[in-house]
């Protein structure tokens, strides 16, 4: 696709189980980003990564929190033992190189009951 | 900690008003510099990238960018009711994250 997609658009699970969000980015873009946007608040960075290098975890809030990526391929990150904090949308970015433009998909969707 | 921030309004400017947004950052290392759009329950979409000190046109949109004074705007020309939304500025300083500013929430008046 022209775009970046990502699955599933919505996801709604249990206090305590695991989720797998995944982000399909734009064929040629080296740089993926993920960033949680909860209701009415700005975006908060996750973690980013830059083709083959070690990504830039910093931004993950616990270790519950994980991301994987495999060269400049689709990306999930997955939340073990959700919270009802984790509630959000979570969304995917991908550009040509750090420094670029970013340019986002359309998000999932987090709801933990 | 670097940051970016902007008013978090809502600015309101009636519909063919120029409407203007600020944003002001704190790391001097900052090389890059984007404004995105975001309707609500969307994603953001990019608007504009301006990476030299100056002003950048782009139809109704212009950015302006003053790096000594850690200031960058945008403004929209001719606001319609459809440019409502919120306005996010980011910056990036190569090589690491970007990072974005809360956001503006313009609201056009038809």
């Known amino acids: 696709g022209a775009g970046v997609s990502q699955s599933p658009s919505n996801k709604v699970t249990e206090k305590g189980k695991d989720v797998e969000l995944r982000c399909d980015p734009i064929?040629?873009?080296?740089?993926l980003y993920w960033y949680r946007q909860r209701l009415g608040q700005g975006l908060e960075f996750l973690i980013y990564f830059q083709g083959n290098s070690a990504p830039d975890k910093s931004g993950l809030p616990s270790d519950r929190f994980s991301a994987e990526r495999t060269g400049e391929s689709v990306s999930t990150l997955t939340i073990q033992r959700t919270q009802q904090e984790d509630s959000a949308v979570y969304l995917c970015a991908g550009s040509g190189r750090v420094g670029d433009e970013q340019y986002f998909g359309p998000g999932t969707r987090l709801t933990v009951t | 900690q670097k940051e970016v921030e902007q008013n978090s309004g809502p600015l309101s400017v009636p519909e063919g008003a120029i409407a203007s947004l600020n944003c002001t950052y704190s790391d001097r290392g900052s090389q890059s510099f984007f404004w995105y759009r975001q309707y609500s329950g969307k994603s953001p979409e990019l608007i504009m990238s301006?990476?030299?000190?100056g002003d950048k046109e782009d139809g109704r949109f212009t950015a302006q960018l003053n790096k000594a004074s850690q200031y960058v705007s945008l403004l929209i020309r001719d606001s319609q009711p459809s440019d409502s939304a919120t306005y996010l500025c980011a910056v990036n300083n190569y090589g690491q994250n970007f990072v974005f500013g809360p956001g503006t929430r313009l609201s056009v008046l038809p």
């Open positions: 301006i990476y030299s000190n």
């Open positions: 064929s040629g873009h080296t740089a």
